[in-house]
């Protein structure tokens, strides 16, 4: 299937996940748009989980964690957004490049991706061996302590598949997964050896996830944020050296993520909102000799804006949210577009309507049954209304069913009517 879309991406010179959505039903720019809105909407939790992750971390290195409520002006968070911010408009929207491809910023992910495998290997080493006698050992005290629910799914099964199904729809239909994936792809060959490599390193990196979090539940006890295991274990042990290794792993990781991301959102909002508003409302704005100025005007414009809204939805979620919960409610709206791409690529019966309808939809559908505590931006997910069955999935997991059935099938009964209207 990814092969298929980047010889598509590169026959048609598409350079976001709007535009081939867009392209794959008549070119709709209505369509791109809308594809375009409930991205920049849907990756706003996720700006703020790599925000609360960066704020949380440094704030336990100056060993100073956070316990209230911290003034906007002394909030680590606010700083990290607006260095970020800064940084990627000066590294990825530097000037305009009609493939949208940056190899330098394709470097630097490739190299943070090594330096998080090599510091949380080391953490997962240093608990499972250096705390520890081993797994056997590890595992055999977390028995002892009542900790056995930790290695089973129990009645949660139903939850798991969701969250499953959620994360390998993440993995392609994030924003900066499409766009390292499908727009920087510079060889199609390059797939044989992600087919291996991918799920390999997805392997070695979640291999002492369990041992993490049983050492961290025995070391440090269940009040300890498990969030944040992973770097005060090492911590409350006195290693410093891998401590810091931690540390710089995870700010890596996060500040790669938001990078990335912000690059191929503003690529997005530029080519599928800016441009089309002004072919139509102001054609003379297209006439300019210096219509790229302001395209790169708009890609900042675009990347300070969704890391300030990245930040009023950490500071709405406040510390209570788990990292995890934040990032779900991302996965859930990336998931909306799926059934689009895949109808795009085996479906010939499907049309813009249909799209647009499964669109709007399962947006709504995703309002609904996702409910937050602390208003739109709070990615705190509350109990789901009634009507649907729970089956043991949490209410996050159930608005993804909400969403994943809801899209695809609004999308197809539109598309079906469209078409025996138009025979008719």
Request: aromatic content about 8%.
């Amino acid at each position: 299937m990814l092969r298929r879309i980047i010889r598509i991406s590169k026959r048609n010179r598409i350079t976001s996940m709007a535009d081939f959505i867009s392209a794959r039903y008549g070119k709709s720019s209505v369509l791109g748009g809308l594809v375009t809105v409930i991205a920049a909407i849907g990756i706003v939790p996720y700006i703020a989980l790599q925000l609360k992750a960066v704020s949380a971390t440094f704030e336990i290195i100056r060993g100073q964690p956070t316990t209230g409520h911290v003034p906007m002006f002394q909030d680590t968070a606010l700083y990290v957004a607006l260095l970020l911010a800064g940084f990627t408009i000066l590294f990825g929207t530097r000037h305009l490049d009609a493939t949208e491809r940056h190899e330098g910023m394709v470097a630097a992910i490739a190299f943070e991706s090594v330096v998080k495998l090599v510091a949380f290997v080391a953490a997962g080493i240093f608990v499972t061996f250096g705390l520890y006698g081993g797994f056997g050992d590890l595992f055999s005290q977390a028995a002892q302590a009542n900790l056995s629910t930790l290695f089973t799914l129990g009645t949660e099964t139903g939850t798991w598949a969701w969250l499953i199904v959620l994360a390998a729809l993440a993995s392609v239909l994030l924003p900066r997964q499409w766009q390292v994936g499908v727009v920087e792809n510079v060889d199609e060959r390059h797939l044989k050896r992600a087919m291996w490599l991918f799920p390999l390193y997805l392997l070695v990196i979640n291999i002492f996830v369990l041992p993490i979090a049983a050492g961290g539940l025995l070391r440090l006890g269940p009040s300890a944020n498990p969030d944040t295991y992973v770097l005060t274990l090492p911590m409350d042990a006195g290693q410093g050296a891998l401590t810091l290794l931690v540390f710089i792993g995870g700010l890596s990781a996060a500040t790669g993520m938001i990078i990335v991301e912000m690059v191929a959102l503003s690529t997005m909002v530029s080519n599928s909102l800016v441009m089309p508003t002004l072919l139509r409302g102001a054609p003379k704005f297209v006439q300019r000799r210096d219509l790229g100025k302001l395209i790169l005007l708009a890609r900042r414009a675009t990347i300070v804006l969704v890391m300030l809204l990245g930040y009023a939805s950490f500071r709405f979620a406040g510390e209570g949210s788990a990292l995890v919960s934040i990032g779900l409610v991302s996965f859930a709206a990336m998931a909306q577009f799926a059934p689009a791409v895949l109808g795009g690529l085996f479906w010939k019966g499907g049309t813009r309507d249909g799209a647009l309808v499964g669109l709007v939809g399962g947006s709504w559908c995703g309002r609904t049954h996702c409910c937050c505590r602390r208003g739109c931006l709070a990615p705190s997910c509350v109990t789901v209304r009634s009507g649907f069955p729970r089956c043991g999935r949490s209410s996050c997991s159930a608005s993804a069913g909400w969403t994943a059935s809801a899209t695809p099938c609004s999308g197809a009964c539109s598309s079906t009517s469209v078409r025996t209207f138009a025979f008719r």
